[in-house]
């Protein structure tokens, strides 16, 4: 560590062997199958009104054909596929059709999963859905609040991914709502030749309620290549070395521990503050790294608060205020899993399990580029950079090279190579689809 070498530059991170953590076909032998079940009817959807994220409840009728859809369930288990379990979207008319399903099969129900919510329709949502509104909420959808088609995407294509991954090899109905299915299936046949599908100018039609679809699942890791993993950070190649940088050097630390931490919740860019724990690790690893007689000229510091008071911390024993923050040296953006204490094989690769994750690409590329930007902007000085364990374990394996699989701790110190910050190529390391390739 670098208490043992004073310049710890993690040359010897022992790479260990991951799932494939950008392909992520995590699937058995036998792969299991999923069935979208659409809720049954409720009074919302007699009386044609825009029902989305209302919580309306099944009525008599819609009971009456979630049963209904249970003997072609049966037949099914004759041909070999039997249901193992049901999820369901949150939503009350989805959750009671998934739990009818469970009885009547005699499986278990195995809870709710978020993103499986039906489309918001935000202001419209109660209204009759009218010829001209139904035009309205596809051409000016904005106007009302409606949710935007690649926000609904995106979270149904992780929440799917999730229900595979976490029952995998198992055959699953999903109970969920009419417009996620037909936007999903959708998105999923685009571009293939789809034998037992029907689509209408290329769209899936929204299906009758208490139907059953059965979800392509070969076609889900493409799809959430094409349109969950949104890389927004321009391209990145390598760079001479400057050589007014001689003499300087770039020690990174992470933030001391935090509630969150301490839970194992996913931070982010959630503003969490240490705790006292976390306090006093900034203190030790600053009074550690004066005993050693290193000395620094600048401290620098993520805005984040936990990063933030873990530089006013190290930076006291050398007599240093935090001389500047950079937007770009914050946390990754776990989306919507910040908060969430995740399964470790969803913490791999969490942008394919969960909407709104920066990509392992962008937090590549941006941490490098950023510490390029702090070192030249102050060439030739020691200093010190406070900031995030997911942004800094991508630093340290661009600049050696490989990958670093390791936890950064909290509070622990490890020294950049610069040179290699600046012969990082990200097309070295990520392929055409944005996937790390080493």
Known sequence: MFWDTALNRADDAILKTMTDAQTHHEHAETPGKIFLLRHGQTDWNINHRFQGRTDIPLNDTGREQIRGAVPQLLEMAQRGVQIDGVVSSPLERAAESGQIVARELGVPYLGAYAGLEERSFGDLEGESATPELVAASRTDGHKYGVEEREGLVS???TALNRVRREHEGKNIVVATHGMLIAVT????????????????DGMFPIPPNASLTEL????????IDAHVLVNRQPKLHAEPFPKNLAGGSLTLIRHGQTEWNKNQLMQGISDIPLNDTGRAQARETGAKLRSLGLNYDRVISSP????????QLVGEDFGLPVSETYPDLVERDYGAAEGVNIPVPERRAPDRYYPQVETE?????????????????????RIIVVSHGSLIRRAISAAQGYEHTQTVPNAEPLEVDLKGLFAFDESTVFDERGRLVW
């Open 155 to 157: 979270r149904a294509l």
């Open 185 to 200: 299936m959708t998105v999923l046949l685009e571009g293939r030749e789809h034998e037992g599908y029907e689509t209408i």
């Open 216 to 223: 392509p699942t070969d076609y889900l890791d493409d799809a």
């Open 304 to 311: 984040l608060s936990r990063a933030y008071e873990t530089a």
């Open 361 to 381: 690409r962008d937090v590549y590329v941006r941490a490098v580029r950023v510490l390029r930007e702090i070192v030249r902007q102050y060439p030739g000085e």
